[in-house]
């Protein structure tokens, strides 16, 4: 499986959680929500799964830095 760039699930995952923030803020906002479903769409893609909640968990581990030997 090719891996995705891991600045790109970084801002992704940055974009996301704006756009998350945005929703709790105006929920009634279409333009808003969408944008959110579509930046949790695009994550999902990047991760290779079929939920939001999984492509979060994946993203995070992806992106955390890693412990040095």
Known sequence: MLLP???T????L???RAQE???L????DLTVRRRFEDT???LCVLMGVRSTAEA???AERY???RASL
């Open 5 to 7: 760039d891991r600045n």
């Open 9 to 12: 699930v970084e801002r992704v």
């Open 14 to 16: 940055r974009h996301y």
């Open 21 to 23: 923030q945005r929703v």
């Open 25 to 28: 803020a105006g929920p009634c």
């Open 40 to 42: 949790a769409y695009t």
């Open 56 to 58: 979060l968990r994946a």
């Open 63 to 65: 992106v955390a830095p």
